[in-house]
């Protein structure tokens, strides 16, 4: 087990309002909302599961489409068309388990369309915290998840019984001014860390100035002005399409 999984349903439940709010998540989700529309539409019955009605403004107004922001437990084998899944799977503590879970949902022919943080999300953090806890205490503990490479989801599809498989990124670069408005952006979007290895005691001041610092000397904006110096943050979104 690697994630404490009630905690990640607690950020994602604590943040329901703010997640809404995100810049984001709301490109993600358009994204991935485009995806579905575009879809032939002989399909008949779909469920969303990561996300509420009011993320997906067109999908929203079609009654055969199930909008869950959590998992949809009573959803039976072999019964949908189409299953999308959005930004949940990279908190999986068995992935191959899971995606086949959801792969059973859908008839033959059904469409199985996910999107999830991939492995190049927030790598300056890390590094960052990384080194900032190497100097002040000698040892580092796991900040940031451990995330699935492109290919890892690629390769999965294939597995649980996909085919026809599309995978697809989409690199978002974000400049903050301060690394709190970076962690605050975290929060809001209900991605705080809950590896179940992580350190339990709060985060302290000088913690937080000393990642700063390394994030400012490693990792500032080229682009930003002299008197202006920002930090940029990755997030690299993953898009899987398949066919069952």
């Known amino acids: 087990m690697l994630f404490d999984i009630n905690r990640v349903k607690e950020n994602k439940i604590r943040s329901r309002e703010s997640r809404s709010k995100s810049f984001l998540l709301k490109r993600v989700f358009g994204d991935l909302e485009n995806r579905i529309l575009d879809l032939p539409q002989g399909w008949k019955r779909g469920l969303i599961e990561g996300c509420r009605k009011n993320d997906l403004k067109e999908l929203s107004k079609i009654n055969k489409v199930t909008i869950s922001e959590l998992s949809h437990n009573t959803t039976k084998t072999q019964s949908l068309d189409l299953y999308a899944s959005l930004m949940q799977l990279h908190w999986s503590n068995d992935p191959y388990s899971d995606f086949f879970e959801k792969v ?82 975290i929060k809001k979007m209900g991605e705080t860390n809950a ?35 920002t930090i940029n943050a990755t997030f690299e979104i993953i898009f899987l399409y398949g066919r069952k």
């Open 104 to 185: 059973k949902f859908l008839k033959t022919e059904g469409h199985f369309m996910c999107c999830l943080f991939g492995s190049e999300t927030l790598n300056e953090l890390r590094d960052s915290f990384f080194k900032a806890e190497m100097k002040l205490f000698g040892e580092a503990s796991p900040r940031i998840s451990p995330l699935p490479e492109i290919r890892d989801v690629g390769n999965l599809a294939a597995k649980v019984g996909l085919n026809n498989c599309v995978v697809d990124r989409d690199i978002i670069k974000v400049s903050y001014k301060r690394i709190l408005d970076l962690f605050l952006d």
């Open 195 to 229: 590896i179940l290895e992580r350190r339990k005691s709060l985060t302290t001041k000088k913690l937080v100035q000393e990642v700063e610092k390394f994030y400012f000397k490693n990792h500032r904006d080229k682009k930003s002005r002299k008197d202006s110096y």
